[in-house]
Protein backbone atom coordinates (compact mmCIF):
# COMPACT_ATOMS: atom_id res chain seq x y z
CA UNK A 1 0.00 0.00 0.00
CA UNK A 2 1.27 3.43 -1.00
CA UNK A 3 2.71 5.40 2.24
CA UNK A 4 0.10 8.62 2.14
CA UNK A 5 1.48 10.10 5.16
CA UNK A 6 2.16 14.33 4.74
CA UNK A 7 6.03 14.68 6.38
CA UNK A 8 6.73 17.63 5.09
CA UNK A 9 5.82 20.55 3.12
CA UNK A 10 6.81 19.26 0.15
CA UNK A 11 4.72 16.52 -0.01
CA UNK A 12 1.58 18.81 0.23
CA UNK A 13 2.14 20.03 -3.00
CA UNK A 14 0.32 16.55 -4.49
CA UNK A 15 -3.04 17.27 -3.04
CA UNK A 16 -5.80 17.82 -5.03
CA UNK A 17 -7.16 21.18 -3.21
CA UNK A 18 -11.10 22.79 -4.70
CA UNK A 19 -11.25 25.92 -6.37
CA UNK A 20 -11.24 27.55 -3.32
CA UNK A 21 -7.82 26.36 -2.15
CA UNK A 22 -9.06 24.14 0.15
CA UNK A 23 -9.42 20.76 1.64
CA UNK A 24 -11.20 18.72 4.20
CA UNK A 25 -9.21 17.76 7.26
CA UNK A 26 -10.62 15.20 9.44
CA UNK A 27 -9.00 15.56 12.92
CA UNK A 28 -9.09 11.88 14.93
CA UNK A 29 -7.74 10.99 18.17
CA UNK A 30 -4.31 9.29 18.31
CA UNK A 31 -5.16 7.83 21.67
CA UNK A 32 -8.51 5.93 21.04
CA UNK A 33 -9.78 6.38 17.16
CA UNK A 34 -12.30 8.91 18.08
CA UNK A 35 -13.11 11.61 15.78
CA UNK A 36 -13.04 14.79 16.79
CA UNK A 37 -14.11 17.35 14.27
CA UNK A 38 -13.68 18.38 11.00
CA UNK A 39 -12.62 21.59 9.17
CA UNK A 40 -11.00 22.97 6.11
CA UNK A 41 -7.12 23.85 5.44
CA UNK A 42 -5.63 25.49 2.77
CA UNK A 43 -1.91 24.43 2.00
CA UNK A 44 0.12 27.42 4.48
CA UNK A 45 -2.64 26.02 7.24
CA UNK A 46 -1.46 23.09 6.81
CA UNK A 47 2.47 23.77 6.36
CA UNK A 48 1.80 26.05 9.51
CA UNK A 49 0.48 21.99 11.52
CA UNK A 50 3.38 20.60 10.64
CA UNK A 51 6.36 23.10 11.38
CA UNK A 52 4.34 23.89 14.56
CA UNK A 53 2.93 20.46 15.49
CA UNK A 54 -0.12 22.09 16.28
CA UNK A 55 -3.38 21.75 14.47
CA UNK A 56 -4.02 25.17 11.72
CA UNK A 57 -6.99 25.43 9.60
CA UNK A 58 -8.45 27.98 7.17
CA UNK A 59 -12.08 29.55 8.31
CA UNK A 60 -14.03 29.98 5.49
CA UNK A 61 -16.78 32.25 7.56
CA UNK A 62 -13.79 34.74 8.82
CA UNK A 63 -11.39 34.27 5.51
CA UNK A 64 -8.50 33.68 7.90
CA UNK A 65 -5.71 31.43 8.81
CA UNK A 66 -6.73 29.86 12.70
CA UNK A 67 -5.12 27.91 14.88
CA UNK A 68 -7.36 25.26 17.03
CA UNK A 69 -7.47 26.20 20.50
CA UNK A 70 -5.64 29.83 19.95
CA UNK A 71 -8.82 31.42 22.20
CA UNK A 72 -9.53 28.26 24.17
CA UNK A 73 -5.90 26.56 24.45
CA UNK A 74 -7.79 23.19 23.80
CA UNK A 75 -5.02 22.80 20.88
CA UNK A 76 -4.57 19.81 18.90
CA UNK A 77 -0.75 18.53 18.83
CA UNK A 78 -0.19 17.14 15.16
CA UNK A 79 1.28 13.18 15.84
CA UNK A 80 1.22 12.67 11.99
CA UNK A 81 -0.70 13.42 8.83
CA UNK A 82 -2.00 11.56 6.01
CA UNK A 83 -3.58 12.31 2.45
CA UNK A 84 -6.63 10.26 0.98
CA UNK A 85 -6.64 7.93 -1.87
CA UNK A 86 -8.08 10.95 -4.19
CA UNK A 87 -5.58 13.53 -2.31
CA UNK A 88 -8.63 15.45 -1.82
CA UNK A 89 -8.86 15.28 2.30
CA UNK A 90 -6.27 14.60 5.01
CA UNK A 91 -6.47 12.33 8.35
CA UNK A 92 -4.87 14.69 10.92
CA UNK A 93 -4.11 12.17 14.46
CA UNK A 94 -3.57 14.42 16.69
CA UNK A 95 -3.00 14.66 21.01
CA UNK A 96 -6.26 17.02 22.11
CA UNK A 97 -5.29 18.67 24.87
CA UNK A 98 -9.22 19.74 25.83
CA UNK A 99 -12.03 19.11 24.40
CA UNK A 100 -12.10 19.39 20.33
CA UNK A 101 -16.22 21.11 20.46
CA UNK A 102 -16.40 24.69 21.09
CA UNK A 103 -19.81 23.46 23.20
CA UNK A 104 -16.95 21.93 25.47
CA UNK A 105 -17.82 18.19 24.54
CA UNK A 106 -14.90 15.84 23.76
CA UNK A 107 -15.67 15.96 20.06
CA UNK A 108 -17.79 17.38 17.70
CA UNK A 109 -19.96 13.63 17.22
CA UNK A 110 -21.13 13.04 20.40
CA UNK A 111 -20.17 9.52 22.41
CA UNK A 112 -21.47 7.71 19.09
CA UNK A 113 -17.60 8.93 17.64
CA UNK A 114 -16.33 7.50 20.78
CA UNK A 115 -15.48 3.67 19.63
CA UNK A 116 -16.09 0.53 22.41
CA UNK A 117 -12.76 -1.65 22.77
CA UNK A 118 -9.40 -1.70 24.70
CA UNK A 119 -8.06 1.50 23.41
CA UNK A 120 -11.21 3.26 24.45
CA UNK A 121 -10.87 1.45 27.93
CA UNK A 122 -7.14 2.89 28.12
CA UNK A 123 -7.54 6.27 27.32
CA UNK A 124 -10.84 6.64 29.56
CA UNK A 125 -8.07 5.14 32.59
CA UNK A 126 -5.29 7.22 31.50
CA UNK A 127 -7.48 10.46 31.93
CA UNK A 128 -8.74 9.20 35.00
CA UNK A 129 -5.30 8.78 36.49
CA UNK A 130 -4.54 12.46 34.51
CA UNK A 131 -7.64 13.76 37.12
CA UNK A 132 -6.31 11.88 40.26
CA UNK A 133 -2.69 13.27 39.57
CA UNK A 134 -4.54 17.49 39.44
CA UNK A 135 -6.73 16.39 42.11
CA UNK A 136 -4.54 14.20 44.22
CA UNK A 137 -7.82 12.75 46.29
CA UNK A 138 -6.87 11.50 50.04
CA UNK A 139 -6.30 7.80 50.07
CA UNK A 140 -5.44 7.27 46.33
CA UNK A 141 -3.63 4.20 45.45
CA UNK A 142 -2.58 6.01 42.24
CA UNK A 143 -1.30 9.26 43.60
CA UNK A 144 0.96 6.65 46.09
CA UNK A 145 1.92 4.99 42.86
CA UNK A 146 2.90 8.24 40.72
CA UNK A 147 4.57 9.67 44.19
CA UNK A 148 7.27 6.74 44.61
CA UNK A 149 9.19 5.29 42.24
CA UNK A 150 10.21 2.17 44.23
CA UNK A 151 6.47 1.20 44.54
CA UNK A 152 5.77 1.66 41.33
CA UNK A 153 8.98 -0.21 39.56
CA UNK A 154 8.31 -3.00 42.55
CA UNK A 155 4.18 -3.52 41.26
CA UNK A 156 5.05 -3.58 38.12
CA UNK A 157 7.54 -6.52 38.08
CA UNK A 158 5.01 -8.07 40.68
CA UNK A 159 2.37 -8.47 37.95
CA UNK A 160 4.52 -9.21 35.37
CA UNK A 161 5.39 -12.28 37.45
CA UNK A 162 1.85 -12.97 38.57
CA UNK A 163 1.21 -12.69 34.93
CA UNK A 164 3.25 -14.82 33.52
CA UNK A 165 1.91 -17.49 36.52
CA UNK A 166 -1.02 -17.59 35.07
CA UNK A 167 -0.41 -17.75 32.03
CA UNK A 168 2.07 -20.93 32.85
CA UNK A 169 -0.83 -22.44 34.89
CA UNK A 170 -3.31 -22.14 31.66
CA UNK A 171 -5.55 -20.11 34.04
CA UNK A 172 -7.82 -18.05 31.64
CA UNK A 173 -9.88 -16.17 34.53
CA UNK A 174 -6.67 -15.49 36.13
CA UNK A 175 -4.69 -14.30 32.96
CA UNK A 176 -7.70 -11.66 32.06
CA UNK A 177 -8.00 -10.45 35.82
CA UNK A 178 -3.74 -10.38 36.20
CA UNK A 179 -3.41 -8.31 32.01
CA UNK A 180 -5.70 -5.54 33.57
CA UNK A 181 -3.61 -5.00 36.98
CA UNK A 182 -0.30 -5.10 34.70
CA UNK A 183 -2.08 -2.72 32.44
CA UNK A 184 -3.23 -0.38 35.29
CA UNK A 185 0.20 -0.70 36.58
CA UNK A 186 1.67 0.32 33.35
CA UNK A 187 0.00 3.23 32.53
CA UNK A 188 0.88 4.88 36.21
CA UNK A 189 4.38 4.08 35.56
CA UNK A 190 4.24 5.67 31.83
CA UNK A 191 2.67 8.79 33.66
CA UNK A 192 5.06 9.19 36.17
CA UNK A 193 7.94 9.03 33.21
CA UNK A 194 6.05 11.79 31.30
CA UNK A 195 5.18 9.20 28.47
CA UNK A 196 1.86 9.40 27.29
CA UNK A 197 -0.78 6.40 26.11
CA UNK A 198 -1.00 8.23 22.47
CA UNK A 199 2.87 8.42 22.88
CA UNK A 200 2.91 4.69 22.63
CA UNK A 201 0.19 4.17 20.04
CA UNK A 202 1.91 6.38 17.87
CA UNK A 203 5.29 4.09 18.31
CA UNK A 204 2.97 0.71 17.77
CA UNK A 205 1.30 2.89 14.32
CA UNK A 206 4.49 3.41 12.82
CA UNK A 207 5.72 0.22 13.10
CA UNK A 208 2.59 -1.38 11.79
CA UNK A 209 3.20 0.80 8.42
Known amino acids: MTDRKLGNADDL ?3 SYGEDGLVLVVAQDVADGRVL ?4 ADRHALERSL ?12 G ?23 GDAVLARVHPTGP ?17 GLGAVLAALDETMAHRADA ?19 KLG ?13 DGERT ?16 AEGVRLDDVAAVLADRRS
Do not use: I, Q
Open 13 to 15: AGL
Open 37 to 40: MVAW
Open 51 to 62: ATREMHFWSRSR
Open 64 to 86: RLWKKGETSGNVLEVVSLHADCD
Open 100 to 116: ACHTGEPTCFGDGAHPE
Open 136 to 154: RPEGSYTVRLLDDENLRLK
Open 158 to 170: EEMAELVAALARG
Open 176 to 191: REEAADLLYHLLAALR
